[in-house]
């Protein structure tokens, strides 16, 4: 990827519920500032696209058709990939740029779980219906497997799980969009309900709303930019059961997620491990999924993720993880992927306030979808390269 940078950035808060505001209002709000940061009017961007869920879980009826504060004329898409729709969507941006088929195009992720009452019961069954039927699985059974699978294999404790939940949250702190603003402690993680052995409700994200926005751009202002160095996204098998025990990487080894961090990283030229790395935006809606990409991005080995994640806590560590605090203090699930994007732009253009990460010249960004099969990471920078 090369002459395609981030100019602009734009996000609404993150609530459980924005019932003051419609679809068309976040996406607007969102929308807005992006391409007011990006020193543009919307009239003056070539194309949209539009990260949203299926209408089942927006709890909106074609929520495209909200889209009526963009300028007439001008292309509409929108894109779902479960988890990592934020990322599509800022995918096909930047691809649209790259091909030479727009000079800026704006892409918008959305989210309105809060509106629809089949949310909870469509995500129950988003596993194999026939073969899987008989484990219950969920999102959340699932992230309880992986988790107690990585203790078992790798030495992590309800500590670690503990440990990295309240690091998120104090980082979240300093996020002025963040859903959860407060500190939450370790013995306060351990010490909340529990979910499904061994994740407790701190150490899983809440259900959220809102809009994030971010403008593709070939002909950045003066000033420093984040440049999209590279891209990769990969997609595994459906079935929970193919991905448990075979030989290129296991249930918790994120094989796609190697694989796309491996393509973002040689395309920016960046070595693997990538020890110019600074920033890190892990879309992980648990502590414990957290952990699993620690390794498939290359920043520790698998059985080194333990100790990798006691050294995140440090604040002069020379890798900061989710200095947004990540998904557990906001998820809003279609959104999430670009926000953690975002997230890095700003980091990338020294722009992201109290959270801004010092030197943050190299920032990576990963989103993770559907049956956790869908991976991207996303690699931006200072320079242009």
Known sequence: ?????????????????????????????AAEAAARDAGLELREIDAFVLGVAPDALCGVNCPEKSSF?????????RVNTGGTTGGAAFHLATTMVAAGEAHHVLAIGLERMGQAVTSQAVFNTIFDPIYEKDIALSTLTMAAMRASMLMQRY????????????RNFRN????????????????EV???????WPIHLYEACPMSEGACAVVVYDRPPEGRTAWVRGIGSYTDTYAMGDRTRRREGSLVDLLTL???????????GLDDPPDRLRVVELHAPFSSAEAMAYPALGLCTAAGGPAFAEGTLDPQARVRVNPSGGPQPANPVSTTALVRIAECANQVRERAGKMQVDDADWAVATCQGG???FSMAVVLAAARG
């Open 371 to 373: 049956a956790s099969q």
């Open 155 to 166: 030495g992590y404790t309800a500590e670690h799980w503990a440990t990295v939940a309240a």
């Open 69 to 77: 504060f963009l300028p007439v004329g001008r292309p509409v898409m």
């Open 1 to 29: 990827m090369s002459g395609v940078a981030i100019t602009g950035v734009g996000q609404t808060t993150y609530r459980r519920r924005h019932a003051e505001r419609s679809s068309g209002e976040l996406m607007q709000i």
């Open 172 to 187: 979240a702190r300093a996020n002025p969009y963040a859903q959860v603003r407060r500190e939450i402690t370790v013995q």
């Open 190 to 196: 351990k010490d909340s309900p529990l979910l499904a």
């Open 258 to 268: 190697q694989l796309a961090a491996r393509r973002a990283y040689q395309e920016a």
